[in-house]
Nanobody, 116 residues
Framework: QVQLVESGGGLLQPGESLTLSCVAS????????MGWYRQAPDNQRELVAT???????NYADSLKGRFTISRDDAANIVYLQMNSLKPEDTAVYYC??????????WGQGAQVTVSS
């Protein structure tokens, strides 16, 4: 069974940084697109960032410059580096992978809470 497992969430203070990891149970080269989404309480799930198999990245306009998505193909991991965190970044962060055969796959989510 193909799985995505997120890790690295936690409780942080405003201004701090955090890196989330998404480990795939198969080669991430199997996916043409991987990304991070987030869902805050009472809000819809929204795009954070995506990265293609070729390394092209895309970000939500409001997060450009603070968040960075990257991938380690050898380790089958996609990362999300988050800097200068704000209380409004509080959400459950989900990893997503899209493959031509597998379709869309989601991880279980990682809680990130930013509070003073």
């Amino acid at each position: 069974q193909v799985q995505l497992v997120e890790s690295g969430g936690g409780l942080l203070q405003p201004g701090e940084s955090l890196t989330l990891s998404c480990v795939a149970s198969i080669s991430i080269n199997s996916f043409y697109l991987m990304g991070w989404y987030r869902q805050a309480p009472d809000n819809q799930r929204e795009l954070v960032a995506t990265i293609t198999s070729g390394g092209t990245t895309n970000y939500a306009d409001s997060l450009k410059g603070r968040f960075t998505i990257s991938r380690d193909d050898a380790a089958n991991i996609v990362y999300l580096q988050m800097n200068s965190l704000k209380p409004e970044d509080t959400a459950v962060y989900y990893c997503n992978a899209r493959g031509a055969i597998i379709g869309s796959l989601w991880g279980q989510g990682a809680q990130v809470t930013v509070s003073s």
